[in-house]
């Protein structure tokens, strides 16, 4: 039996390789570990073009919110790589429609990975375009009462109703500290101190089972909704006689609190509503809103018909059923 001699094939000279003093066997195995070599030289050379192009994929990001100005404390969420990590951001941020109005134009949950500088362009131009500061600032003025089970899809629900005002009206109405709350069945499930008093102007009628109220000294408009066991939702209920319930009470709001911001007076307690109010008189539905002897509070009457003339004008359908009032609240608002 022939014994080969043991080689040290990593020490082995390359000019013994080259002089042919190795068997095939050391020749072959000498051969891998230099393949080795240029293979780990050519990962290692990958990993850095990689960092590199991550890099400067990140750069372009920055070099894109550096060309919009991005501002670093009032878009710090901006300030990401990933889609993954900006969706986490941008949740955290926004809620309600505002995060719905994203995701629908963007479609940020599908993707992965870095963001590209036409996304991130699309993404500043949305978070400053009015629409969605517009809803943004629904987000914040709509709240739940935190004694009800109200989920996110109610929220919404009203948060569309008011999203039918204009933009100018909605940002007036919350820098004047406007806020919208919702309960559960009536307003007093909410409001706990009006439980056995009587409505103003109503003085037969208690709060309990009132769907909605608006105008508070507090700034508060409070909608009360109603679960629907057969649909398992919530929806806003039917007990009323406004052709929009969420805006009728806005409305009160709107009348007492930009009425006194811009004038120091409850709009429709002014001489130029009543004008307005007086010219529409016959076409107005009965004593609701024309108001009858037995009113103890003379203006009760103008402020449903102001109310309810504020949603009519911005609700979906365009009804025009009293147009003297409807101009008057359009020259107000658009």
Same mark, same amino acid.
């Given at each position: ?118 996304? @991130?362009?699309? #993404?500043? !131009?949305?978070?400053? +375009?009015?629409? =969605?500061?517009?809803? *943004?600032?629904?987000?914040?003025? %709509? ?15 009203? @948060?569309?109703? #008011?999203? !039918?005002?204009?933009? +100018?009206?909605? =940002?007036?109405?919350? *820098?004047?500290?406007?806020?919208? %709350? ?153």
């Amino acid at each position: 039996m022939i014994k080969f001699p043991k080689f040290n094939i990593i020490h082995t000279t390359s000019s013994a390789l080259s002089n042919g003093d190795l068997t095939f066997a050391q020749k072959i195995a000498r051969i891998k570990v230099e393949q080795s070599k240029k293979t780990s030289k050519y990962k290692t050379f990958n990993k850095v073009n990689k960092n590199k192009e991550r890099r400067e994929e990140k750069l372009a990001l920055v070099n894109t919110l550096i060309a919009y100005n991005a501002n670093y404390y009032g878009e710090k969420f901006l300030f990401c790589s990933t889609y993954e990590r900006l969706v986490k951001n941008i949740r955290h941020k926004f809620d309600g429609l505002a995060w719905d109005y994203i995701n629908q134009n963007l479609c940020f949950e599908n993707k992965s990975g870095v963001i590209s500088s036409d996304d @991130m362009i699309k #993404l500043i !131009k949305i978070v400053r +375009s009015t629409e =969605f500061t517009k809803l *943004n600032v629904l987000s914040k003025m %709509v709240t739940v009462n935190k004694t009800s089970n109200i989920d996110e899809h109610a929220r919404k629900l009203v @948060m569309k109703e #008011l999203d !039918k005002l204009p933009s +100018s009206l909605i =940002f007036e109405a919350y *820098n004047k500290g406007m806020t919208v %709350v919702i309960t559960h069945d009536d307003v007093t499930t909410y409001r706990t101190d009006l439980l056995d008093e009587s409505v103003p102007g109503w003085e037969k009628e208690s709060w309990e089972g009132i769907p909605g109220a608006g105008g508070f000294e507090n700034k508060e408009t409070v909608i009360a909704l109603k679960f629907n066991p057969n649909r398992k939702c919530w929806e806003i209920p039917n007990n009323h006689g406004s052709c929009n319930l969420i805006l009728h009470e806005f409305g009160h709001s709107i009348d007492k609190v930009l009425g006194v911001a811009r004038t120091g007076m409850v709009t429709s307690e002014t001489k130029s509503f009543y004008k307005a109010w007086y010219a529409d008189f016959n076409l107005l539905d009965g004593d609701y809103y024309q108001g009858n002897e037995s009113d103890v509070d003379f203006y009760r009457p103008l402020s449903e018909s102001y109310a309810e003339a504020f949603a009519l004008t911005f609700n979906d359908k365009n009804e025009i059923k009293w147009p003297h009032i409807q101009k008057y609240i359009k020259g107000q608002f658009i």
